[in-house]
């Protein structure tokens, strides 16, 4: 999740889309690479990780959620496809929120807001998990789900308060 100033005349192209290389197309071509062994199987299945952030924009990393939006989107087009072909490979979604212990939340400081949307890691696994067994379309895991919910009703101004709120 790169942070940087769209402002900033030093960053480059590259910078600007190194994180749409590796969440996006990496996802698309790993998949791409593993799907003729998967349809192979009796059953199978693939997981892609999405965000949060896949609902919402952070305007201080402003391509993260452009590209979570985009293996939200790839994954809905995948299992698609895939029911087309009458493959038995399931696609699951799974959008965390921040997770602690992990080392995006080093970055972030302690209040309250990052206590809120914030999960244990053992938690997403758990859901996860679940998810898996249930053969779950999307895992939306703790405040992944307040955010898919509340962006349905008041998407501009949830967008527009929360970007102000970490720019300032
Ligand atoms: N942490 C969170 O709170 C959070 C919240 C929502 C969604 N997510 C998503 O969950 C996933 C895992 O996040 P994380 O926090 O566990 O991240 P992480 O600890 O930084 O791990 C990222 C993984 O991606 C690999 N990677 C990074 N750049 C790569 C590249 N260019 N080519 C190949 N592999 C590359 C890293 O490999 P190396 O170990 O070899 O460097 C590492 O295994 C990500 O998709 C992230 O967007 C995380």
Excluded at 8 to 22: F, G, K, P, Q, V
Excluded at 54 to 60: F, K, P
Excluded at 95 to 122: F, H, Q, R, W
Aim: glycine share 4%; aromatic share 8%.
């Amino acid at each position: 999740m790169h942070e940087f100033d769209l402002f900033d005349e030093s960053i480059t192209y590259e910078h600007l889309t190194a994180e749409i290389n590796t969440n996006l197309n990496g996802t698309i071509y790993v998949t791409k690479a593993l799907l003729p062994l998967l349809a192979k199987q009796q059953e199978a299945m693939i997981v892609n990780v999405s965000s949060l952030l896949a609902n919402i924009t952070v305007a201080n990393a402003p391509t993260y959620s452009a590209t979570k939006a985009g293996v939200h989107m790839f994954s809905d087009a995948l299992r698609e496809q895939i029911r087309a072909k009458g493959k038995n490979i399931h696609v699951m979604e799974l959008c965390p929120p921040v997770i602690s212990e992990t080392n995006l939340t080093d970055t972030y400081d302690e209040g309250l807001m990052n206590k809120m949307i914030s999960l244990p890691l053992a938690k997403l696994v758990n859901a996860g998990i679940k998810g898996m067994q249930k053969n779950k379309l999307r895992v939306n895991a703790g405040f992944t789900k307040v955010m898919r919910f509340s962006m349905k009703f008041a998407p501009d101004y949830i967008t527009h308060t929360w970007g102000q709120m970490i720019l300032k």
